[in-house]
């Protein structure tokens, strides 16, 4: 063990929560093949319940992927950032290989599935209002036009889904100050990028557009819990997907 290890101090762990609103039909496929009588693109449904939800690594991955691209940090060859450089905001938030912990410390960052909000979850079970449909799409011949259809499941809009993400703070001998400007500077940026972006598959068509929402004393604002405490999401960057 390093040195620097050595000294690295757990000193308080964030929470930031709220709801993910989902605002343009949400995919985030099951990874399933194809089957006869079943949709083709099926979504990810928990094995319990058959509920649609939100994979903490779908949300992780996105919000690193889309912080890569805002920072500047991507790779010629597409790989994931990753440096031996305990100042580095991406490793030292999200993570590396094993060979970068020495430098770098723990991954600061711990993202849970987002189960469906109760509200959207009264709804499928009562059968009160959708919330999965069944979209055709076509894919159109160039040469003789002839349309090849096929279906898609996706989450429609209005649904919610409650997501929590944990953030470590470690004292590396500046009292956590360092992992604290973190939480800012990149956790809170990439999730206002997601919201400028799109989460799940087919954003280029339309899909994933979500929004953080906090649901307090029967309001939805927008903007999420950080400790308990709502803090409204910075626009980060014009335009969005």
């Known amino acids: 063990m390093s040195e620097q290890a050595l000294r690295l101090r757990l000193v308080r762990v ?24 079943v949709v083709d693109y099926p979504i990810v449904r928990a094995a319990e319940s058959d509920e649609p939800y939100i994979p903490g690594s779908s949300l992780k991955g996105k919000m690193r992927h889309l912080l890569e691209w805002h920072l500047g940090r991507v790779r010629d060859d597409g790989s994931p950032w990753h440096v031996n450089n305990a100042d580095d905001a991406i ?4 993570g590396g290989p094993a060979s970068s912990q020495h430098a770098t410390g723990p991954t600061r960052l711990l993202v849970r599935d987002a189960r469906l909000a ?26 003789t036009a002839e349309a090849s259809g096929r279906p898609v499941e996706r989450v429609v809009p209005g649904v919610r889904f409650n997501f929590e993400i944990l953030y470590r703070v470690f004292d590396t001998g500046d009292g956590g100050e360092r992992d604290e400007s973190l939480l800012k500077e990149a956790v809170l940026t990439a999730l206002a990028l997601i919201e400028q972006d799109c989460l799940g598959g087919s954003g280029s068509r339309g899909y ?18 950080v400790d308990g405490e709502r803090v409204e999401l910075t626009k980060i960057v014009s335009g969005s997907c």
Request: zero cysteines; charged letters at 25%; a positive charge.
């Open 14 to 37: 964030r929470r930031i929560s709220g709801q993910i609103e989902v605002v343009t039909g949400l995919r985030i496929g099951s990874g399933l093949p194809p089957s006869i009588g």
């Open 91 to 94: 490793t030292r938030v999200f």
């Open 208 to 225: 994933g557009s979500v929004r953080f929402v906090v649901a307090q004393d029967g309001q939805v604002r927008p903007g999420v819990l």
């Open 118 to 143: 109760e509200e959207s979850r009264q709804a499928m079970r009562t059968g009160a209002r959708p919330v999965v449909e069944i979209k055709f799409e076509n894919s159109v011949n160039r040469l």
